[in-house]
């Protein structure tokens, strides 16, 4: 049996124009990783629920849903996410820049000075990852996918 695998990944915003800031920021992000790291896609495929980040600063949130051959950012939480992340655009922004190895299981970015950062932002609650502990292979991916560090 043969498998072929698509060339091609897209990523869209399921509201359009209507996307708010955390979806907006989120497509940025994922899209930019996939653009600029294109070993990432086989990352993008591992994911099997989908994650959710939450502005506590904005009170908005979006849901992204990773397929084989497509990701899609939605408005709001929804589809029970197995992550969620509530935190701030600022501490969305410091997690993007921690670098990840080896798919995501391996965060070297969290022996920085902004690795530690937000790792104190964890332990204090200031930054909260839902299913850090039930699901850390997949929170660390998300990190991962949301990355644009090397």
Known sequence: MTTVQPTTYTLSRYDGD???????ILSTLVEQNLQ???K????????NR???VFSTDTNAAATIFFRRDHATVCN???NDPVVVVWATV??????SQLEMKAGGLL???FFTRRGIGV??????????VKGLLTHPVTALRMIAMLSVAS
Do not use: C, E, S, W
């Not at 209507?18 to 907006?24: I, P, R, S």
């Not at 600022?90 to 997690?95: A, E, P, R, S, T």
């Not at 790792?119 to 909260?128: A, E, S």
């Open 18 to 24: 209507d996307a708010n800031g955390v979806a907006t």
């Open 36 to 38: 600029n790291h294109p």
């Open 40 to 47: 990432r896609l086989d990352l993008a495929r591992k994911f």
């Open 50 to 52: 989908p994650v959710a």
């Open 76 to 78: 709001d939480i929804v």
């Open 90 to 95: 600022g501490q969305i922004l410091d997690v």
């Open 107 to 109: 965060p070297v970015g």
């Open 119 to 128: 790792v104190r932002d964890i332990v204090t609650h200031k930054l909260i």
